[in-house]
């Protein structure tokens, strides 16, 4: 069983940048990872997401822009830059992994989730 252990969330201001990480408990060979966000009274909803190579990338509209995603693949690891925050993108993310390595929008698609680490922008 695979686990996800998600770090690098915090307080920042308007503006401000974080970097989250993801860590694996076995490889990820062939599986696409992803982050999702999740807000109070709010749906969890697709952020990004990276296939095994790295080839294809996928951002929700709303980070487009401002947020980067990258793995390393010899640590379980995926990143997730994001910069210029502003207090809309306050929410707890979530690192998952696709076994089917589309990495698709679809949060039924994801099987591996990690605990979640918060993120928060003040104004």
């Known amino acids: 069983q695979m686990q996800l252990v998600e770090s690098g969330g915090g307080l920042v201001q308007a503006g401000g940048s974080l970097r989250l990480s993801c860590v694996a408990s076995?490889?990820?060979?062939?599986?696409?990872m992803g982050w999702f966000r999740q807000a109070p009274g709010k749906e969890r909803e697709f952020v990004a997401s990276i296939t095994w190579t790295g080839a294809y990338r996928s951002y929700a509209d709303s980070v487009k822009g401002r947020f980067t995603i990258s793995r390393d693949n010899g640590k379980n690891t995926v990143y997730l830059q994001m910069n210029s925050l502003t207090p809309e993108d306050s929410a707890v993310y979530y690192c998952?992994?696709?076994?089917?390595?589309?990495?698709?929008?679809?949060?039924?698609?994801?099987?591996?989730w990690g605990q979640g680490t918060q993120v928060t922008v003040s104004s």
């Open positions: 076995t490889r990820t060979f062939n599986y696409a």
């Open positions: 998952a992994v696709d076994r089917s390595g589309a990495g698709g929008e679809a949060i039924a698609a994801w099987e591996y």
